[in-house]
């Protein structure tokens, strides 16, 4: 990429529930942490791209550009999408554009106020006519799940295999985000836990396989590659950052398996850098569900088709904090992932982010990871409803 | 669901299960488009509609859903998945309907996947009850049990008669029974009311008869039970089985619903054969359904006496002059001011007379349509093959049967009320539907209705040969649905929450 976006400064909240805390003061937090950390002032923002999925149905704001100029005191262009990565995509355009210097990109959702009707929102947005068909935000990810055992012949003692290895996703998750001060459950869960709940469920997958519903904020500030060695030693680039879409109904999709958005958006991410998926150890996954997480391994190239489950399944037999893809670590979801760091929709992406800005400089504090070869590029995956968007980000430290 | 006009276009796609194929490539949609994805602009003009409603289609995977989405909450524990048509060209959502999934089921998906299913047309989900009744036929049931699968296959009438009569015919009825002593009843599923009913009895009629739906000019609807007071089901009936010729999403049918108690339906025999006799109506067929969840207040509770008797169903009958397999060879109907069950608007359930509903109402009418019409006709007991009638319970029928000289042989192959209840709009016709089903070339069957409040109407029908050669179309036979392995059985608890629906 020329004139390399760089992120200068992340700042977050904690995932969870505030039930006490308005959505403005969410995103006022996260972005005061990350302007500090830059020692940014406001009147230094030329434009502001902010994330949210749900506030203009939940709370009926129509136009949350205005919103954000009440907040922030601000005139200048803003403008929101619906997925922190979109904010972030759209920025660097703009930067690398020459358009503007200095961006604040933010994220943040508010869910839990709205929790006894947050699924049937989520799922309508997602896929209308599965939603009138009588599909949940849960089904369509077991549906997934069937049809990739079909797909792949999976039975017997591979099948049982497969579901211990997605249990150990959840664990994993769990596991890393008990080292993360802003995680959603800071607490360890073992596979028994994930197979009793799917047990109790009936089902394919169960509570534990699944991501919450959080509220929370993200944000960072995103410069030009020369203003940011001015403001910071060790800025983070964006190397390359791809979206790719698919259609919003699941059913009518080619492959039921996989997520051929993600696919393309990682393609192209690819594309831009030059490099493969394997120069890669630190990635941020979408893991709205534990069958997600195995499917977008695959997705980004790092699991052959349908072979995902064996390297978690070997991986986690004795985890050591990555998954093991012949010799080679790849670090994922060092935060907990939004199954346990949580995933308020508009902020999750910032949270993706975060922890890769925060690894790639050495200041994970107790989740620092470590490699033999030196730890130089990271990438989030971000989707939007059921797959229908992807977003791949592949970020470089200096 | 909010806004009508986004209820209107989902269901005016759902309802009917509407999709495309490119006629270049042979990619296939659900939903209408314009264009093909893969060829673009050249392919606009050439895609071609695909009908979904009356094809077959496999469940590829399922799960179970047991935290459903708010408007779905009332229907427990479900089934869902993805269905798949020609061969996976298309693929669907689905729910599979007509099933309970208890808390203590052993569940084995692969058992369910790979199955074949028919779309079943329901509601779609709960609303409040003063909103639209969102519908959808994104509801399954398995090929191989209560419901199989029917081709819709349209068939050149190949003889004209003199005079008209019925066509094709169809009964529908719920997989779900209540057993009380001998008697069994119909339920409906949680999904299902008079609409459902309605709709699906007409689409056996299409079936049955292989009439061209676009011939149909006239629809009436005879229920006591539509979930609307006003908003015919009669549009709803017309614009799902594509009655009359469509032009955009208007459909070139008269539709209308008619109310007068348990003889709604068959009360429009008359006007139906008489508009398709009428030289310049320019109307070839014309389709009557009677179709009720016949209500009744819980027992002990005033009207509650009718909960032993109520069922839920409809039945369809196509008329014309083509084809056709009962001519009609006279009619008789009389009415009088009896109020002996009614039912005042905004009234959930229905009042009636107690005994006053019997010699001075149902056995009065009864007697006296069958009496004159025969008279008319200038028939005698013995020259009557069947002789249906309307079915309150078991004792009306058989007591006005005998009473005018019927015998068991004649009476009894239409007395199904045992089976179904009373499906009141939808009761006399189930009978008739029942003997059409078995009945010979040349017999003769005289059917009188009731309808509280109060009349009857008496029509004497001879079939023709052709009777025989429809039999075969349909699968749904009175003897399929009252012998069915699949029906499953629900006790009182449940079988109010059913009858009371989303």
Known sequence: MQNRPAIVAVGRTKFGEHYGKEPEKLIEEAWLKASNEADIERKDLEACYLSDYFLPITNKLGLEEGFLSELTELHVPMEVTRSFSAALLTACHAIQAGRYNVMLVGGLEKMTDRWDKIRDDLMLLEDPWSYYAGCTPEANHELMLRAYIRKYGITGENLEKLNVALAQVAVKSHSNATKNEYAQYQRKITVEHVLNARKEARKPLGLYDFAPISDGASALVLTSEELAKKLTDKPVYVLGCSSATDYLDFPAREDLTHFIASKIAMKNALKMTGMSPLNIQLIELYDQSTVMEMVSLEDLGYCNEGNAWKTIYGSCQDYKGYYDLAGKKLFVNLNGGLKADGNPLGATGGAQIFEIFKQL?????????????????????????????????????? | MSSEPIERRVSYLGDRLKGSRCQICGKEYFELRDYCGNCGRKSFGKMQDVDLFYDKGRLEICTLVNEPTNKFTKLGNYFYGIISFHNGRIRVPGRLTD????????????????????????????????????????AFTFADEYYPHQEYTIADSSKEYDAPGIVGYGVYTSRFRIKEGNLERSVPFLDEDAITAAVEAGKLALIHSGVDSSLVGKIYVGSESNPYAVKPIASKVAQVLKLGEEDEDVQGVDAIDTEFACKAASSMFKDAASLVNYPKSGIKYAMVIGADNSQAAPRGCPGGELDLFVGYGGSAFIFGKSDVIAEIEGWYSCTSDTPDFWRRDGEPFPMHGGRFTGDPAYFKHVRKAAKKLMERLNMQICDIDYFVTHQPNVQFPVKIAKELGFKEEQYLPSLKVNKFGNTYSGCSPVGLSAVLDIAKPEERILITSYGSGAGSDAYLLVTTNQILDKRQRQKLTIKHQTENPYVEYVDYTLYRQLKLGM
């Not at chain 1, 050495?362 to 229908?388: I, M, N, P």
Request: proline residues 3%; charged residues 35%.
């Open chain 2, 99 to 138: 099933r309970m999934v208890k808390c203590d089921e052993v569940i084995d998906f692969s058992a369910l996947e790979g199955r074949e299913v028919v779309p079943r047309f329901r509601r779609r989900y709960s609303v409040n009850k003063s909103d639209v009744i969102p519908t959808i036929s994104l």
């Open chain 1, 361 to 398: 400089r050495g200041e994970a504090g107790e989740r620092q990871v470590t490699s033999d070869e030196e730890l130089k590029y990271g990438c989030t995956l971000e989707l939007e409803g059921f797959g229908t968007k992807s977003y791949v980000s592949i970020l470089e430290r200096e």
